[in-house]
């Protein structure tokens, strides 16, 4: 099974930056939808960012504004950019690229925990 790998996540400071990314096997990476998305304690896992094979971005906004996805195709990566980090972003962040309904994978999720 092919598993998107996910890097970056830590405890940082609230008003402070990290730099999370995914890895993804150039086949699956190419020509997918890339995205990340959250899961705090005890809460629905929630949709943070996004970008298609084109360079289209979209943000929840919660985030818009602090937040930058972006996608390094030489690398078969994809990163999220996170600034003025706050308590509440706190949660595990999952990268995802779909494809088709058929072509749709997950990584292993990495923590963000962002103390006040």
């Known amino acids: 099974q092919v598993q998107l790998v996910e890097s970056g996540g830590g405890l940082v400071q609230a008003g402070g930056s990290l730099r999370l990314s995914c890895a993804a096997p150039?086949?699956?990476?190419?020509?997918?939808?890339m995205h990340w998305y959250r899961q705090a304690p005890g809460e629905q896992r929630e949709f943070v960012a996004r970008i298609t094979s084109g360079g289209n971005t979209n943000y929840a906004a919660s985030v818009k504004g602090r937040f930058v996805i972006s996608r390094n195709t030489a690398k078969n990566t994809v990163d999220l950019q996170m600034n003025s980090l706050k308590p509440e972003d706190t949660g595990v962040y999952y990268c995802n690229a779909w494809r088709t309904v058929y072509e749709n994978y997950w990584g292993q999720g990495t923590q963000v925990t962002v103390s006040s």
């Open positions: 150039g086949s699956i990476f190419s020509g997918s939808t």
